[in-house]
């Protein structure tokens, strides 16, 4: 079977600075997978790469189309979507106007019934839905930054750091609703994440990155029996 998303020899960085340096790793449709290691890994600059946020050479293909010097929303039409790192809501439009445009490149006639939709998910949101953004707390704006990057009907949800700052408690509410997503909808999911533990609770198969490059890969039951893997990242 074809990856939906399939990268092979990624490098990428900012000017000068060289951060990945020819990693390659696959996701396959409906699957979970997580990448996790220290700060300043390569993590972010990864899913930056994929969503077509900077500049790349290798490849990275998806369903078999290469996105290589692709614009973010041309990448986002054939159904990649992207909740980067800080949430990555319009904090001066409300909680409706943010879904809408999370919807910006669908002309079906089903949009209404998917707010509705994801307003059942996130009650919260629902009752805040005439709300700028900007007033809300970190974990509503989290919920309101996955919902309206699902309003795009993604195939792959790029999820960088979903968990930075929020309350233990709202963090598991939280990957409770992104397994949900990925087992009723079929979205396949490639997470950005510190949080080792409850990513690979969710996962299927992990990569772990340093410095750019991967150094070890598997199911998520194999890394969480790595040795090395529970003592760096597993807090054991």
Do not use: C
């Not at 290798?58 to 979507?81: F, H, M, Q, T």
């Not at 919260?124 to 919902?147: K, N, P, W, Y």
């Not at 999820?159 to 233990?168: R, T, V």
């Amino acid at each position: 079977m074809t990856p939906l998303l399939e990268v092979a020899d990624l490098e990428a960085g900012y000017g000068p600075v060289q951060v990945l340096r020819g990693m390659s790793f696959t996701v396959d449709a409906g699957e979970t997978v997580v990448i996790l290691g220290a700060n300043g890994a390569g993590k972010t600059t990864t899913i930056r790469a994929v969503s077509g946020m900077i500049d790349t050479k290798g490849s990275v293909v998806v369903d078999g189309k290469s996105v290589g010097g692709r614009r973010p929303e041309d990448i986002v039409r054939l159904g990649v979507a992207h909740v980067p790192q800080g949430r990555g809501t319009f904090v001066d439009l409300t909680v409706e106007e943010n879904l809408r445009l999370g919807a910006f490149t669908r002309k079906d006639d089903d949009v209404a019934a998917d707010m509705d939709h994801w307003y059942e998910v996130f009650p919260r949101l629902h009752e805040r839905r005439d709300q700028v953004a900007g007033g809300m707390s970190g974990g509503e704006q989290q919920m309101l930054a996955i919902a309206r990057a699902a309003m795009s009907r993604p195939r792959l949800l790029l999820l960088d750091e979903p968990s930075l700052g929020l309350a233990p408690i709202v963090t598991q509410e939280l990957f409770r609703r992104l397994q949900t997503l990925n087992q009723e909808q079929g979205t396949a999911l490639l997470v950005v994440e510190q949080n080792a533990n409850l990513a690979l609770s969710i996962a299927e198969r992990g990569y772990v990155l340093e410095a750019g490059l991967i150094v070890a890969q598997g199911t998520a039951a194999e890394l969480q029996a790595d040795e090395s893997v529970r003592q760096a990242y597993l807090g054991i």
